[in-house]
């Protein structure tokens, strides 16, 4: 088994629950991890044999590009899209962060994160 990290994917989105947050926007970091079988492409060479962390980036982009009220569906989002698309995943863990949020005080960021292995 092996690892794949794709993190501090920056993209600009607008999520929100607010009415200013989804007219305004804001910038969001991704950070995502995947569990996959390496070995075959470790040996072999070929991108076709690993889950292409191009691929991975698109998809976060994409999915960030639709606008949602709350993080957590947007990272649902990113773990059913991969998992239905790239059938070498077996786990994924996707951490979606709003950075300076507007929550009334001096925050960096907010995080969600979810984790979710392949349904057998």
Do not use: W
């Not at 995502?32 to 991975?56: C, R």
């Amino acid at each position: 088994m092996g690892v794949i990290k794709v993190e501090n994917i920056r993209v600009f989105a607008y999520h929100g629950c607010l009415r200013e947050e989804t007219a305004i926007g804001s910038d969001y970091r991704v950070d995502l991890e995947v569990k996959a079988d390496l070995k075959p492409s470790s040996k072999s060479d070929k991108l076709s044999d690993t889950v292409d962390y191009v691929f991975l980036n698109k998809v976060v982009r994409e999915e960030m590009a639709k606008p949602s009220k709350l993080l957590e569906t947007v990272a649902q989002r990113i773990i059913d899209k991969i998992f239905s698309e790239d059938k070498l995943v077996t786990k994924i863990t996707v951490a979606v962060s709003k950075i300076n949020p507007p929550i009334g005080g001096d925050v960096e960021m907010v995080t969600i994160k979810l984790s979710e292995k392949r349904k057998k």
